[in-house]
């Protein structure tokens, strides 16, 4: 094709942002058509305005018009009616390494390389036999804090006594214990006869930093598995990856009685015994990366599918909550970034379910100072899903 014959800007894309040194390139036909210069547009776009976006955020405040016109040696000639300097060839070079862009048009969206659609909220299954993952059905209420003790009262300072001793029993445990044994354990007064604080349960998590050492325990008790991620943002590392274990049954107090024992001092005391391995179950696990202070966490949970629902998801009267489809799949994106006095968990949730397996994967991101947007949340899972 002779010079003559192509606009301005395509003479300037095909030999590329001198000023910027950048290697000349044949760019006419595939590249103009990436961008969306190429061809002939149909008449109904002639006067569309089209706003395109390079990923992260990154784009120009601006918005471009195309037009197209009569003139010699082509039949209809393209005019860009904003300058086209540095960005654009900037732009050019991404797309010929390979890099995504964003682009608004209708449902389809196209973000941090993943095409979704944004669609209204609904349930969706968890599981085949009607398990559902939906909101909870009332929204959580801010209620106004309990006016504080005063540090001289005695139920302020009994308070403080027993939190005291509840972590002294734990930390006991946690020495006599090793990884994988669990107890139930009860707290008692010897002063107090009918003091009681109840049953509580020692379950720490299995941490461990290696993935080939996770897996290997997800197998060994049978966890849900959650499979590295495709695609993580440039920054962040897998920090630790987590097995959770959950009580089946435990001892009620009763049962307890005649357990071992541990003198906590000032009156107290604690009772406890092992549960045996058939009592414990593994229905979560998760891998957390880390950028920094802001933590990306990837759930996977099996669910019971005699629970109505089997897997609730807590909301308020300002999270937004819609649906998410990619490649015919559809998720439940939470946000929650507006909630100023609730803290919900995260700021950003994503979900989506193997209702087969019976489990339910979520992507969430706790830190309100992340950096991380919507678009590169959609792109993890989407990373997963392939």
């Known amino acids: 094709m002779d010079k003559s014959e192509l606009t301005s800007e395509e003479r300037f894309l095909k030999h590329g942002d001198r000023s910027a040194n950048f290697?000349?390139?044949?760019?006419?036909?595939?590249?103009?058509?990436?961008?969306g210069l190429g061809g002939t547009l149909p008449a109904a776009e002639e006067q569309t305005p089209l706003q395109t976006h390079p990923p992260n955020g990154g784009a120009p405040n601006v918005m471009r018009r195309l037009k197209t016109e009569a003139g010699t040696g082509r039949s209809r000639r393209?005019?860009?009616?904003?300058?086209?300097?540095?960005w654009v060839a900037a732009l050019l070079v991404m797309v010929l390494l390979g890099g995504g862009y964003t682009q608004y048009s209708g449902e389809l969206r196209q973000g941090a390389g993943a095409q979704y659609k944004v669609l209204p909220y609904k349930p969706l299954p968890a599981t085949t036999s009607g398990g559902m993952i939906?909101?909870?059905?009332?929204?959580?209420?801010?209620?106004?804090?309990?006016?504080?003790?005063?540090?001289?009262?005695?139920?302020?300072?009994?308070?403080?006594?027993?939190?005291?001793?509840?972590?002294?029993?734990?930390?006991?445990l946690e020495k006599l214990l090793p990884p994988g044994e669990y107890a139930s354990y009860v707290m008692s007064r010897t002063d107090q006869k009918d003091a009681s604080f109840g049953v509580?349960?020692?379950?720490?998590?299995?941490?461990?930093?290696?993935?080939?050492?996770?897996?290997?325990?997800?197998?060994?008790?049978?966890?849900?598995?959650v499979m590295q991620p495709g695609y993580m943002p440039e920054g962040y590392a897998l920090d630790q990856a987590n097995i959770n274990p959950s009580f089946l049954k435990h001892s009620?107090?009763?049962?307890?009685?005649?357990?071992?024992?541990?003198?906590?001092?000032?009156?107290?005391?604690?009772?406890?015994?092992?549960?045996?391995a058939e009592n414990i179950g593994y229905f979560t696990s998760s891998l957390v990366y880390k950028k920094g202070k802001v933590q990306v966490k990837i759930n996977a949970s099996r669910v019971d599918d005699k629970s109505k629902p089997a897997y609730s998801l807590p909301w308020n009267k300002?999270?937004?909550?819609?649906?998410?489809?990619?490649?015919?799949?559809?998720?439940?994106?939470?946000?929650?970034?507006?909630?100023?006095?609730?803290?919900?968990?995260?700021?950003?949730n994503l979900y989506w379910s193997d209702p087969e397996a019976q489990i339910v994967y979520s992507v969430g991101v706790r830190q309100k100072d992340s950096e991380l947007t919507k678009d590169e949340i959609i792109r993890i899972a989407a990373s997963m899903m392939n």
């Open 23 to 35: 290697i000349p390139v044949d760019v006419h036909e595939p590249v103009m058509k990436a961008l």
């Open 78 to 86: 393209r005019i860009l009616r904003i300058p086209v300097q540095g």
């Open 134 to 172: 939906e909101k909870t059905e009332e929204p959580l209420v801010y209620l106004l804090p309990e006016v504080p003790l005063s540090k001289d009262s005695k139920g302020y300072k009994e308070n403080k006594l027993n939190e005291m001793k509840r972590s002294k029993a734990y930390n006991i």
């Open 200 to 225: 509580s349960t020692y379950r720490p998590l299995l941490t461990f930093k290696d993935y080939a050492a996770y897996k290997t325990s997800v197998e060994k008790y049978n966890a849900p598995i």
């Open 252 to 276: 009620d107090e009763k049962q307890l009685e005649g357990g071992s024992e541990k003198d906590l001092g000032d009156n107290f005391r604690m009772t406890w015994r092992v549960e045996k």
């Open 318 to 348: 300002n999270t937004k909550v819609e649906n998410i489809e990619i490649d015919g799949k559809q998720l439940i994106y939470v946000d929650n970034s507006s909630n100023k006095e609730i803290d919900m968990g995260s700021m950003y």
